[in-house]
């Protein structure tokens, strides 16, 4: 089925280590979005890229890097993972800057020890 | 963003049609009215967007009203897999901010 892609499902860290979510879409869509959810937050926006080729820092980009591989990938890198970084993250997707994001992957729950 | 407001609940039989009523009486003319939802525990899902005209899509139809001041969300057959809570937002422009205010949870009942 179309949509986007998440992965991993599951991750656990420890403080100071690094890893990458890795976040691809098949819709042929062009803005593509980071988020993460924590309990009685709502979703965050992290970092998002307009277009291919493009990135820009969302409300919370701190702690987060990212990469607009192409078209269909953008991956969320975390070089030193805090325990403030203990979320469920999620990618999303929208066939145009205008649009808010219409597909959402099934999100990674991410837990820093 | 617009201010939205919804009813924090509502019940519905399955079956029935699950209407979800949104006020959003200072919309701008270029704002988007946008339907989320969100069941728990998981991420969440687009339903349907809309600018003047009403919409209807294979989840749901989307009213808006004629000023634009409010609109209805409409699940034509409401299943028990639609419990979940109904986020309505009015946003223009680009931008991937998501602010879900309260929302409605919606309880389809047997």
């Known amino acids: 089925n179309a949509g986007v892609t998440q992965t991993p499902k599951f991750q656990v860290l420890k403080t100071g280590q690094s890893m990458t979510l890795q976040c691809a879409q098949d819709?042929?869509?062009?803005?593509m979005y980071w988020y993460r959810q924590d309990p009685g937050m709502g979703l965050r926006l992290i970092y998002y890229?307009?277009?291919?080729?493009?990135?820009d820092k969302g409300e919370v980009p701190n702690g987060y890097n990212v990469s607009r591989l192409n078209k269909r990938e953008f991956s969320l890198r975390l070089e030193s993972a805090a325990p403030s970084q203990t979320s469920v993250y999620f990618c999303?997707?929208?066939?145009?800057?205008?649009?808010?994001?219409?597909?959402f992957g099934d999100g990674t729950r991410l837990s820093i020890l | 963003d617009a201010k939205t407001t919804q009813p924090p609940s509502m019940d519905c039989a399955e079956g029935r049609a699950a209407n979800l009523p949104c006020n959003h009486s200072t919309i701008s003319g270029n704002e988007y009215v946008y339907w989320y939802r969100q069941i728990h525990s998981q991420g969440p899902q687009y339903i349907i967007h809309g600018l003047k005209n009403n919409e209807t899509n294979e989840m749901a139809s989307l009213i808006i009203t004629e000023d634009r001041k409010s609109s209805t969300l409409i699940l034509p057959h409401a299943t028990l897999r639609d419990t979940a809570v109904y986020y309505c937002i009015a946003a223009s422009g680009g931008g991937g901010k998501l602010i879900f205010g309260q929302g409605t949870e919606l309880s389809v009942k047997p």
């Open positions: 890229s307009a277009s291919e080729g493009t990135t």
């Open positions: 819709m042929n869509h062009n803005s």
């Open positions: 999303a997707s929208s066939p145009r800057w205008q649009l808010r994001p219409q597909h």
